[in-house]
């Protein structure tokens, strides 16, 4: 067996596509096709449903593709350890996020960076929860920043990095500061903009709505935090936003935060790595980065606004 063989049968598992799989790895079809046939004769069993095209794996080669991933990936992290032995740390780190969660991978890439110069970051920011086990699976992020929740049931290495909690968004009117505080059963009833019902972001404001009895059909939908802001200044529309993005966005001009409670509801953030031992030395770079970043902290702290835009967030700086 070959590592070659592997990396072919790894690039017709992504591209489920002979022709493209060799293109991917700069080889003619019938040598990949090849490549493959003499891996089947090597294990003895069949690994791919063959008709005009690619029909898919069999059962047996499914279970073969998570191998080649995995010892394809430690191939890769060995290369990496031992390069960074040589002259330092190099190479990509591949991290994915939740979007409610993009504020954090941005407060570790930069430390990130500085202390591994030779090397490079790739951040995929608007991955849903599923995406992001699914590639975390077969080695295509080498971390990734989520919900605790979303992989509590799988193998991760998982990193606590802060409590996500929310913020009622509106417009600031002219009727006076409004509440300091307001119960999610007071929300509900506001013209509401939130994120899609697919998303790990909604699917946890739900929850917290189904819990104290309410339901909630919200006007407009979006995929982006970025886009519930520009909503809110728009128009009508008030929104549940994370925490976290006012580290980002501040309370921007005309609008407030109201802080929701009754319940006081968090959600565990975390970063997600490949259970593996040992470590990838760049998974450990970016482990040793968080024990220094103090995101939790870092993310309290708001940008500074004018001294006439109030608002119950407020901490002395």
Known sequence: MQLRQLEYLVALGRARHF????????VSQPTLSEGVRKLEDELGIPLVRRGRRF????PEG???VLWAQRILADRDAMESEIQALRAGLSGRLRIGTVPTASTAVALLTQPFCAANPLATVQVFADLQAEDIVRRLRSYELDAAVTYQSSVAAHDFTFVPLYRERHVLLT??????????????????RYPL??????????????????????????????????SLFAQVRAGQWASIVPHAWLHVFGVPTGMRVVPLV?????????????????????????IDVVARAGVAAALERLPQRAPDDENPFDAPR
């Open 193 to 226: 903009c939130l994120l899609h019902p697919m998303m790990q972001g909604r699917q946890v404001l739900d929850a917290v709505f189904e819990a104290v009895g309410v339901s909630v059909t919200p006007r407009v939908e979006t995929d982006s935090i970025a």
């Open 262 to 286: 009754r319940p006081a509801r968090t959600e565990r953030i975390g970063l997600v790595l490949p259970a593996r031992e040992p470590v990838s030395v760049i998974g450990q770079a970016l």
């Open 19 to 26: 022709a493209k799989a060799a293109q991917a790895c700069y």
């Open 62 to 64: 499914e279970r073969v």
């Open 171 to 188: 417009r600031r009117t002219a009727a006076g500061p409004g509440p300091a505080e307001i119960s999610w059963e007071e929300a509900a």
């Open 55 to 58: 029909d898919g794996f069999t």
